[in-house]
């Protein structure tokens, strides 16, 4: 049987995890995970994004065939299941203390990992900048030179297996306190200003043309985005619900720097 026939089965039923063969299968693709060999979610030739669902059992699966233990470093003592990321330095990457990255998380090379936190299942790019207090929760994908910034939440999405995980393509930004959970798809380069949260039922309002267009669940490609309020009647009166608005795009003219300082500026986007 392949490694997801055995996950699979093993999640249906939990006593082949005492089988050699199943558990094997856990452990492995748990290593692929932390070597980058394997992931989450795969964007596909067309654009659109596939979640390999095994993956995230193999994940639930692993907390299973993992006992608790307890781990010091220097006066730290911690209690738990799953080990940390190892061989930063042979990587390639930066983690600055207390940055935590855990087992079955990947960093490519160049990654800056600040005092923030990477889940396992987590894929982070080349080149990304997780900022102070940034969280990238259980299997999101956040790609290549990307900017995480200070405070940034970016959620967890391991159960359902099925459900996709949070997605910010490459070169985007997101600003200081900024919320993105529930397996919302940022595109490339976006730009997200401080504060804006993003679930999947937030209505996102692009605003640049005579009438509103509505999306949710997506950030399209090179939107900038800023926190926003629309008007809402309920039997108590009529109260504004929070929102984001897309007011602009990035300058396909210039490069992704000198387009975000140029977004920044030219919309007023707080970071």
Known sequence: MSS???????????????????????????????????RVASKGTDGSWHTNAWVKRAILLYFAVRSMEKVELGPFEFHDKIPLKRNLDAAGVRVVPPGVARYGSHLEKGVVLMPGYVNIGAYVGAGTMVDTWATVGSCAQIGRDVHLSGGVGIGGVLEPPQASPVIIEDGCFVGSRAIVVEGVHVEREAVIGANVVLTASTVILDVTGASPIEHRGRVPARSVVIPGVRQKRFPAGEFGVPCALIIGQRSESTDRKVSLNSALRDFDVAV
Do not use: Y
């Open 4 to 38: 997801p026939e055995l996950i699979d089965a093993a999640f249906a039923d939990r006593s082949l995890l005492s089988n050699d063969e199943h558990r094997s299968a856990v452990l492995d693709t748990l290593a692929q995970l932390d070597a980058g060999a394997l």
